[in-house]
């Protein structure tokens, strides 16, 4: 039998991470459900939706908070990564581990490209971006708001 009590009630959802750029989106948005993951910490559906001039995405993926709050050290890690490290430009990874889907992000002066990868499904899309600091400081108030939500939950 299964004990509602240690799984958090679900959330409205909440946007946490957008690009939007001429005709490209990415878009990922905690759904509000909430999955227990083998008895282990609750695990959050997120939507994904990818659009672009040649093609339209929407996935299901989920993440734990350990991944949520990843989100952070990759916003960092782009804030410092934008520089290029012996010709070659820093990738991250978001969440990392590659096992299920994920965003590949790959900084550069100008475009930025963010690639989805979904191995189970052995598909990749790529879309190419404008992003400053702006944007990564919006990313972080996006964060923060998804981050006290959860708080807020237990």
Known sequence: MHDDRTVPAPAPPHELIRLAAYQHDVTVT???????HSGEMPYYAA???ISGDLVTISRLMYMSREDIEEWSHVLDRMDSAFAVHEGEPHSVDWPAGGQDMYLRILPADDPCAIELHDPHAYASVQLSFDLGQQWIETSRARLHAVLAVLERLG
């Open 47 to 49: 939507k994904v939706d």
């Open 30 to 36: 905690l759904t509000g459900d909430v999955h227990p």
